[in-house]
Structure formats: C-alpha cells, structure tokens
C-alpha cells in the first residue's frame, strides 16, 4: 500500500458552488476549521465577495469563476490554487441545479442541463483534481448527494433526484479507484436543507405540509451541521472512511 504525508496546515479546500446556500455554509465551517478555503462559482462576483467576507487579504480565502460543465475551468482553478497556495487537498463538489419541474413536464433541454451541472461536473472535478491527489499520495473528495437519489424525491425533480443517484454512483467508482493513493471519496446525502432556495422553489405550505407529515424528526436539516459534516470528511483524521453516504435526513430515510 502507498503511504501518505501528512498535508501541510493549514489544507486548501475548494468548494464549487459556493457564493451561497449551502456552499457558502461550507465554505464558512471550513474557514472556521481552518482551511484556506477557495470559493469557486459560475457567479464569480458573488465569489468574490464571499471570499473577501472571509478574509479580505486573500491569504486564507480567495473566489473564483469556476462552470463545472468545463473541464478546463477545473484545470484553471487548479493551476492557480497551486500557484498561489503551492498545493490544494480538499475538493467539495457541491455546484447543482435544483428544479422541481414536474416530470412530465421536463423537457430534453432541461433534463440535459441539469444532468450536465450536477452530475457531469462532479464527474469532471473527481476526474481531474483526483488525478491530482493521486500523484501527491493524499486527498479528500466530497460530493454533495442528495435524500432525492434514495428515495425518488419528494419535492424535487425527477432529473435531480436521477443526477443524485449517479453521484453516489460514481463516489463508490472514484473511492475504488483512488484508495491506494490515500485518497478518500465520499458524499453526503441531505434531506430536506433549511436554506433560502428551498423555501424559494417550494410552496409554503407544501414545504410545511413535508415537515409535518413527511420528516420524522419534523423539522429540515441545519446547513450549518451539513457544512460541519464537510468539515470532518475534510480533516486528515478521516483516512479511513471512503465509499461511504452519509446520510442527513431527519429520519426520511432509514438503513
């Protein structure tokens, strides 16, 4: 087995999507765990200014302009964390679409994008910033999955809920593949999410009538204790967890 070095502290961290929602949420906890923390998003202002919220001299934070459908926005970032830090160690693909189009209402064009974001550019950042890990013996990789993948959905659509269940998909293939280059695969399946697109795509009282009568524990996750969850699949400490789908769910969904 190829042994690891320990990184060097403190880890550089990029997160995509993350000029808000629960990106920004990640991108905070991990900022707070002490990360140096690259905020990268299609929004590059709102990169920007959140990196700049975080630390304005650009030594623990910086923002980026990253579309996760293109491959060579990827190698971009890359080349330039490595120019700037000297290295980066954590990838967090959190960048999704999350539309509630009914499903036979779904056209080709809107089923195409959304797989093309989500599933697509996880795909893309395992492929090329794993790659990268590899070759340096040590990394974290963690994907955003969804309840939607385990359970067909409640509330969101069927192309999401489909993009979901081929990112636990292609964690466990990345997780095989990377191991014996200590390099850990996860992700992270959250139920419903307290954050602001939630209560904007879905009614409000349909979005009440699921926490009643939907969601055991009766009330949606906490970004924050997501972002907490990031934060230690992240951390040097959690080597010995890969393959894995941590679930957060209020008790949707139980296994």
Excluded at 17 to 46: H, P, R, T, W, Y
Excluded at 80 to 101: D, F, Q, R, S, W
Excluded at 185 to 203: F, M, Q
Aim: proline share 5%.
């Amino acid at each position: 087995m190829s042994q690891s070095k320990p990184p060097p502290n403190p880890q550089v961290a990029l997160i995509t999507g993350a000029a808000q929602g629960l990106g920004q949420a990640i991108a905070e906890s991990l900022f707070e765990a002490g990360f140096i923390v690259v905020v990268s998003d299609i929004n590059e202002k709102g990169a920007a200014a959140l990196a700049d919220s975080l630390d304005s001299s650009s030594k623990r934070a910086l923002g980026l302009p990253l579309d996760v459908c293109q491959r060579a926005d990827f190698a971009e970032a890359l080349d330039k964390i490595v120019e700037t830090y000297g290295a980066c160690h954590v990838l967090v693909n959190n960048a999704a679409m999350t539309p509630t189009t009914p499903v036979m209402d779904i056209s080709v064009e809107e089923f195409d994008k959304v797989l093309q974001v989500n599933l697509r550019g996880t795909f893309l950042g395992c492929q090329l910033f794993g790659a990268y890990f590899a070759e340096q013996k040590y990394g974290r990789i963690i994907n955003m999955g969804s309840l939607a993948a385990q359970t067909g959905g409640t509330a969101s659509g069927a192309h999401y809920a489909a993009s979901k269940g081929g990112i636990l998909t292609l964690t466990k293939f990345f997780a095989r593949l990377f191991a014996d280059s200590q390099v850990t695969v996860n992700a992270i399946a959250p139920g419903p999410v307290d954050v602001p697109s939630i209560r904007e795509k879905v009614p409000a009282e349909k979005l009440a009538e699921i926490i009643e009568t939907v969601i055991p524990i009766k009330q949606m996750s906490d970004p924050a204790f997501i972002a907490h969850m990031v934060a230690m699949l992240a951390s040097e400490q959690a080597g010995a967890v890969t393959g894995a789908c941590w679930d957060a769910n209020g008790g949707i969904f139980m296994r």
